[in-house]
């Protein structure tokens, strides 16, 4: 079964930083690409940013402008998202979800709440 | 960057109703297009990929058609547990959702 499980989310003050962990597990983790994406509250969803396997190709929505960095440790089975410079409007759900290239997103985290407040 | 619009943002619908709802990608993104339903507080789950290849698991009252640009979801016999948010999701080059369609009860 696969299972992606999201943690470090929390309450963080505005300027502040954070770092959001994801485990997988039950799939060959180095064989994917993995992608963050967030959901404000009461809002859509909104793709954060995608990482390959190897961590060759390293993708972000322009709306970051520079302040998340996405990475992974394959010999731990593990996925990060580096947030820096959080605003309000950065609160949200963080999902860690697979990606397929030929299917898209096709797993999920249960997500990790962030919520960047003074 | 391509960008995806969802239309309608919201419905009302009745049960056993059939519901279209439409995706346009702002450029061509072939088949590389997937259809989820999230319900509140719950986690999105995939209906449809491939543009037209239906999860396994998912009711067959479920289906997508299209390519290219130009995307449905269309869900026949709605029943009470389809009353959710849809969202589509491009994966053609990064990746965009679909602002979301709520389907609400008539």
């Known amino acids: 079964e696969v299972l992606l499980v999201e943690s470090g989310g929390g309450l963080v003050k505005p300027g502040g930083s954070l770092r959001l962990s994801c485990v997988g597990s039950g799939f060959t983790f180095y064989a994917y690409s993995m992608n963050w994406v967030r959901q404000a509250p009461g809002k859509g969803l909104e793709w954060v940013s995608s990482?390959?396997?190897?961590?060759?190709?390293?993708q972000y929505a322009d709306s970051l402008k520079g302040r998340f960095t996405i990475s992974r440790d394959n010999a731990k089975d593990s996925l990060y998202l580096q947030m820096s410079s959080l605003r309000a409007e950065d609160t949200a759900v963080y999902y860690c979800?697979?990606?397929?290239?030929?299917?898209?997103?096709?797993?999920w985290g249960q997500g990790t709440l962030v919520t960047v407040s003074s | 960057d391509i960008q995806v619009t969802q239309s309608p943002s919201a419905m009302s619908a009745s049960v056993g109703d059939t519901v279209t709802i439409t995706c346009r990608a702002s450029?061509?993104?072939?088949?590389?297009l997937a259809w989820f339903q999230q319900k509140p507080g719950k986690v999105p789950k995939r209906l449809i990929y491939a543009a037209s290849s239906l999860q396994s698991g998912v009711p067959s009252r479920f289906s997508g058609s299209g390519s290219g640009t130009e995307f449905t979801l269309t869900i026949s016999n709605l029943q009470p547990e389809d009353f959710a948010t849809y969202y589509c999701?491009?994966?053609?080059?990064?990746?965009?959702f679909g602002g979301g369609t709520k389907v609400e009860i008539k």
């Open positions: 450029q061509d993104i072939s088949h590389f």
């Open positions: 990482i390959s396997g190897s961590s060759s190709k390293i």
């Open positions: 999701l491009q994966h053609k080059n990064h990746l965009t």
């Open positions: 979800a697979r990606d397929d290239y030929y299917e898209g997103i096709d797993y």
